[in-house]
T-cell receptor
Framework: AQSVAQPEDQVNVAEGNPLTVKCTYS??????LFWYVQYPNRGLQFLLK??????LVKGSYGFEAEFNKSQTSFHLKKPSALVSDSALYFC?????????????FGAGTRLAVHP | DSGVTQTPKHLITATGQRVTLRCSPR?????VYWYQQSLDQGLQFLIQ???????AKGNILERFSAQQFPDLHSELNLSSLELGDSALYFC?????????FGPGTRLTVL
């Protein structure tokens, strides 16, 4: 079965420190990979995507993610966390053929950045 | 602002009732997706329409139905509502690759 795992329910980090939010996936073929962020009482905002090419992709608000095919991972990273980054982060994947397919989401990871 | 609009923002109704959620996709997007976000199930894909035709179905109950109209807006109809249907319902539309989400409709069934 196709699935996305976000092993941490919550990640705590001090402001100014680097952050990593983990994601692994189990999808056949060459999936498209995404990160979305959800602020309280808001919809999901697109952060970044991996389709093909360079394994390190850069997105909005200084976030980046590293695609690792051998480990089937797509971890979200940021060199220096801000308190305003505190939110719920979702990793998502579409199976091969991406663009017009449904998204399969992970359970979400709550990021808490402390001053 | 994603360009995807959803109405209403909030909906409070009673068990057994029927409601309609509305979504307008981004200008030019032909695909519309519906997702349900609940505490116990997380974010689940319900159904997809492409240019008026149903394209894919996910974990959508038989009490739920959707359609996409010629102007590309979509409606999700939920009937015989149960307490467990209380959730946030998102609509998304897609460009080339990524999906853009509306602000959601929060449904509360009492």
């Amino acid at each position: 079965a196709q699935s996305v795992a976000q092993p941490e329910d919550q990640v705590n980090v001090a402001e100014g420190n680097p952050l990593t939010v983990k994601c692994t996936y189990s999808v056949s073929g060459n999936p498209y990979l995404f990160w979305y962020v959800q602020y309280p009482n808001r919809g999901l905002q697109f952060l970044l995507k991996y389709i093909t090419g360079d394994n390190l992709v850069k997105g909005s608000y200084g976030f980046e993610a590293e695609f690792n095919k051998s480990q089937t991972s797509f971890h979200l990273k940021k060199p220096s966390a801000l308190v305003s980054d505190s939110a719920l982060y979702f990793c998502a994947v579409t199976p091969t053929g991406g663009g017009y397919n449904k998204l399969i989401f992970g359970a979400g990871t709550r990021l808490a950045v402390h001053p | 602002d994603s360009g995807v609009t959803q109405t209403p923002k909030h909906l409070i109704t009673a068990t057994g009732q029927r409601v309609t959620l509305r979504c307008s996709p981004r200008s030019g997007d032909l695909s519309v997706y519906w997702y349900q976000q609940s505490l116990d199930q997380g974010l689940q894909f319900l159904i997809q329409y492409y240019n008026g035709e149903e394209r894919a179905k996910g974990n959508i109950l038989e009490r739920f139905s959707a359609q996409q109209f010629p102007d590309l807006h979509s409606e999700l109809n939920l009937s015989s509502l149960e307490l467990g249907d209380s959730a946030l319902y998102f609509c998304a539309s897609s460009g080339d690759n990524e999906q853009f989400f509306g602000p959601g409709t929060r449904l509360t069934v009492l």
